[in-house]
Protein backbone atom coordinates (compact mmCIF):
# COMPACT_ATOMS: atom_id res chain seq x y z
CA UNK A 1 0.00 0.00 0.00
CA UNK A 2 1.08 3.24 -0.96
CA UNK A 3 1.43 5.67 1.74
CA UNK A 4 3.27 9.36 2.81
CA UNK A 5 3.26 10.12 6.33
CA UNK A 6 4.21 13.67 7.04
CA UNK A 7 5.88 15.12 10.71
CA UNK A 8 7.41 17.85 11.96
CA UNK A 9 4.88 20.32 11.57
CA UNK A 10 4.49 22.82 15.07
CA UNK A 11 4.03 26.25 16.21
CA UNK A 12 7.30 28.49 15.61
CA UNK A 13 8.03 31.93 16.08
CA UNK A 14 8.71 34.60 12.81
CA UNK A 15 11.98 34.02 11.66
CA UNK A 16 12.77 30.39 13.27
CA UNK A 17 13.28 26.97 11.52
CA UNK A 18 11.34 23.81 11.16
CA UNK A 19 12.21 20.55 9.44
CA UNK A 20 9.59 18.80 8.31
CA UNK A 21 9.95 15.13 7.08
CA UNK A 22 7.63 13.00 4.68
CA UNK A 23 8.47 9.25 4.94
CA UNK A 24 7.24 7.14 1.87
CA UNK A 25 6.48 3.63 1.46
CA UNK A 26 4.91 1.07 -1.20
CA UNK A 27 6.62 3.92 -3.57
CA UNK A 28 10.02 2.98 -5.81
CA UNK A 29 11.93 5.84 -4.18
CA UNK A 30 14.46 5.70 -7.47
CA UNK A 31 11.36 6.70 -9.96
CA UNK A 32 9.43 9.17 -7.73
CA UNK A 33 9.46 12.78 -7.86
CA UNK A 34 8.29 14.55 -4.45
CA UNK A 35 6.49 17.89 -3.71
CA UNK A 36 5.60 19.51 -0.45
CA UNK A 37 2.71 21.30 -1.35
CA UNK A 38 0.61 23.95 1.45
CA UNK A 39 -2.40 25.07 2.41
CA UNK A 40 -3.51 28.31 4.04
CA UNK A 41 -7.09 29.16 4.87
CA UNK A 42 -8.85 30.96 1.60
CA UNK A 43 -6.13 30.56 -0.61
CA UNK A 44 -5.25 28.18 -3.22
CA UNK A 45 -3.25 25.70 -2.38
CA UNK A 46 -0.04 26.23 -3.39
CA UNK A 47 3.39 24.45 -4.61
CA UNK A 48 6.38 24.97 -2.39
CA UNK A 49 9.03 22.72 -3.39
CA UNK A 50 10.06 19.97 -5.68
CA UNK A 51 12.47 17.35 -5.84
CA UNK A 52 13.11 15.02 -9.07
CA UNK A 53 13.04 11.55 -8.93
CA UNK A 54 17.22 11.52 -8.98
CA UNK A 55 17.68 13.70 -6.66
CA UNK A 56 19.32 16.53 -8.65
CA UNK A 57 16.52 18.55 -9.77
CA UNK A 58 14.88 20.75 -7.17
CA UNK A 59 12.34 23.42 -8.13
CA UNK A 60 10.79 26.53 -5.33
CA UNK A 61 7.82 28.51 -5.52
CA UNK A 62 9.10 32.19 -5.18
CA UNK A 63 7.36 32.72 -1.93
CA UNK A 64 10.29 30.59 -0.71
CA UNK A 65 12.84 30.90 -2.19
CA UNK A 66 16.41 30.67 -0.30
CA UNK A 67 14.52 29.89 2.56
CA UNK A 68 13.49 26.84 2.13
CA UNK A 69 15.86 23.48 1.26
CA UNK A 70 13.85 20.14 -0.22
CA UNK A 71 16.05 16.95 0.18
CA UNK A 72 15.66 13.41 -0.34
CA UNK A 73 17.48 10.39 1.60
CA UNK A 74 16.36 7.26 -0.50
CA UNK A 75 17.90 4.83 2.06
CA UNK A 76 15.33 6.36 4.51
CA UNK A 77 12.63 6.73 1.66
CA UNK A 78 12.21 10.03 3.56
CA UNK A 79 11.94 13.47 1.69
CA UNK A 80 12.48 16.73 4.00
CA UNK A 81 11.51 20.13 3.76
CA UNK A 82 14.13 22.26 5.74
CA UNK A 83 12.22 25.90 6.49
CA UNK A 84 14.27 29.13 7.81
CA UNK A 85 13.43 32.42 8.37
CA UNK A 86 9.76 31.40 8.73
CA UNK A 87 7.18 33.72 8.05
CA UNK A 88 3.67 34.48 9.14
CA UNK A 89 2.59 33.70 6.02
CA UNK A 90 4.33 30.72 5.81
CA UNK A 91 1.34 29.22 8.44
CA UNK A 92 -0.73 26.42 6.55
CA UNK A 93 -1.23 22.65 6.41
CA UNK A 94 1.69 21.16 4.51
CA UNK A 95 1.58 18.16 2.32
CA UNK A 96 3.74 15.75 1.10
CA UNK A 97 3.58 14.67 -2.76
CA UNK A 98 4.47 12.12 -4.95
CA UNK A 99 4.22 11.17 -8.76
CA UNK A 100 6.31 9.21 -11.23
CA UNK A 101 8.64 10.90 -13.81
CA UNK A 102 7.77 14.74 -13.06
CA UNK A 103 11.10 16.72 -13.85
CA UNK A 104 10.65 19.66 -11.49
CA UNK A 105 10.27 22.44 -13.82
CA UNK A 106 7.49 24.36 -12.38
CA UNK A 107 5.22 23.60 -14.80
CA UNK A 108 3.84 20.41 -13.39
CA UNK A 109 4.00 19.22 -9.75
CA UNK A 110 4.07 15.80 -8.15
CA UNK A 111 0.06 15.35 -7.10
CA UNK A 112 -0.52 11.85 -7.76
CA UNK A 113 -0.36 10.71 -3.96
CA UNK A 114 -1.38 13.09 -0.83
CA UNK A 115 -0.12 12.55 2.79
CA UNK A 116 -2.47 13.80 5.19
CA UNK A 117 -0.53 17.02 6.41
CA UNK A 118 0.98 18.80 8.68
CA UNK A 119 0.12 22.01 10.34
CA UNK A 120 2.69 24.57 10.51
CA UNK A 121 2.06 27.65 12.19
CA UNK A 122 3.85 30.75 12.88
CA UNK A 123 3.53 33.10 15.23
CA UNK A 124 4.51 36.86 14.93
Known amino acids: EEKLVESGGGLVQAGGSLRLSCAAS????????YGWFRQVPGKEREGVAC????????YYADSVKGRFTISSDSAKHTVYLQMNNLKPEDTGIYYC?????????????????WGQGTQVTVSS
Open 97 to 113: TTEKYVACSGYVWPSDY
Open 26 to 33: GFIFGDDA
Open 51 to 58: ISSSGTNT
